[in-house]
């Protein structure tokens, strides 16, 4: 509700240039050039309830007494109880599979939430947090990693004359900052099991597996034609699989929602490239310099290559800049820890692989980085 009055004449004289309706997404498809999904592709399976966790619903939420307070009960269960949930990022999880292995990424384990909390007959909403964006990469694959949560609460319950409810809790697994004071915008179910399906494909890509990707950014579009990440996911695969035309029609779509999308934007360049359209990269690329001077991941390559050159003291102040602007990714720590253990000074190197494993997403890094930090340590004391 910031700026409220300050928006709302630019937003009403905008309204007769609204985006056109996007096209229909199967034009987009081409399922002739991949080989059939290892596994099936279903969104329904993103919240559906396993036996075991109705279940565990069954023996802890009996009878509603009067005055219980349902929400408050399975928040209790998420974050202090018996569930004991694990952030973890290396894969997106359906409910179940998150709930079978007590762990997920912050979509898995709103998935997980929302279908508890319906299966309780509570109402749900969710939410997709804006400016709460995050990187990570795999090799050469650079991914942006949007968060989202949910809002829990009761359906309203006459009494008398009068419907009753308690007001709407908010759920989120990323404990950086306070959750109520989040900037976020509401968003459908279906679009939530579309970030799932674009999240697996995205997951597949990571792994070189661009036929899995494919299925999956294609029932990504199905599911919210709206979804312009998908858009980009569809746009890599093509160009992964050495389609660059396919690739640069899927981003155009984006483009022409978006003009200033610096995801579509980046990938469009690569695929014109491949096309030999430089004059409209080159165009591209210009825009998007002036858009981004400092991308992400810039200041780490950058860091990278002075660490190659063995110029501990640059690229330590290059990593500090990464890990000022994104204070919570963990490999800016570990090589900031590096670029100071080069430079003899093992109390900070120990402080930020500390902080390394504090801030890993997944369980693999951590324990990367506390068997580091433990050799450290010992070499500290002898």
Sequence with gaps: MKALIAVLIPALLAGC???????????LFHDELFAAPSAPVDPQAALEVSPAMRSYLGSRFVNRAHGVDRRKQLIDALYRGD???????????????????????CLALVLMTAALAKELGLTVHYQSVVGEEAWSRADELYIA?????????????????????????????LPSKDASLLVTRAIEESTLIAMYLNNRAVESLTVGDVDDAYWWAREALRTDPLLLGAYVTL??????????LLSEQALERVAEREPDNVYAMSNRILALRDL???????????????????????????????????????????FAKEVERAPYHHEFEYWLAVSYMELNDAERATLHLQRAMEVSTTRKDHDLYAGKLDRLKA????
Excluded: W
């Design 17 to 27: 240039a609204a985006p056109p309706p996007m096209p229909p997404v199967a034009t």
């Design 83 to 105: 569930l004991k949930l694990e952030y973890d990022a290396a894969m997106t999880r359906t409910a179940a599979q998150a709930f079978e292995a007590r762990s997920g990424n």
């Design 145 to 173: 990693i949007g968060h989202v949560n949910l809002l829990v609460e009761e359906r309203a319950e006459p009494i008398r004359f009068l419907a009753t409810t308690g007001g709407p809790m908010v759920v989120d697994f």
């Design 235 to 244: 746009g890599v695969v093509y160009r992964t699989r050495h389609q660059p």
């Design 276 to 318: 030999r359209r430089d004059a409209q990269a080159d165009a591209l690329a210009q825009r998007l310099a002036r858009l981004e001077p400092h991308p992400p991941f810039s200041y780490f390559k950058q860091g990278m290559q002075a660490l190659h050159e063995k110029h501990y003291d640059v690229a330590r102040r290059l």
């Design 379 to 382: 070499l500290r004391v002898q």
